[in-house]
């Protein structure tokens, strides 16, 4: 039997994401997000949803623009202190030991040593409540050769990234293939 457990959003699970944006003065900030994921394949586009208290909420409004940057294991506990400090008080950049450049289309700064970065354009923002969701055309994406399958794609067990799921953890076991193990059943 099934009980209701409260109304909240659950992270089942919720990437971890790290939004890059410049502030006004060109000092680039880090921000760790969970409220995060794909929402549209034409044109392809991400959103991460931000409150408006954050630092990054300035800046991607004041940009038009983030980077997306995914870590992998090796990067949480930089990950999570992106998620802890507010770039308006620190230079996490530099506590963090990781370096940044600017994105190659978009005024955003993105992480050297994360494997995965995608720059995307603000598109829309839609104010829900607590947080402001942010829509972000992908205009590139760039990703070290060696996660890389044989067809150019993401092979998920070289990648190494990890997920929020009571903890952070990392993504190991396949279940099924998409639109294929279901076929039995059409
Ligand atoms: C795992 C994790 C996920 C988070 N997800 C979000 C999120 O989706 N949206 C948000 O507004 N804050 C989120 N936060 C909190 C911000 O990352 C945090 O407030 C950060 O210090 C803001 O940085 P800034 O002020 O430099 O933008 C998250 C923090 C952690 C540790």
Redesign the pocket.
Known sequence: MKKSIGLHPLPFPAP?WVVGTYDGEGRP?M??????GVCCSEPPCVS????PS???YDNIILNECFSVNLPTARYVRET?Y???????DRD?IEKSGLSVKKGRLINAPVIREFPLVMECRLIRQVEIGS?TEFIGEILDIRAEEGMLDSDGAVDSEKAGFFV?FSGYRGIDSLVGDPYSVGKELV
């Open positions: 971890v900030d921000m760790t997000a969970a409220w995060a991460v949803s931000v409150r954050r630092h990054t999570d992106f998620g802890l400090v507010s770039g308006r996490k947080h929020l």
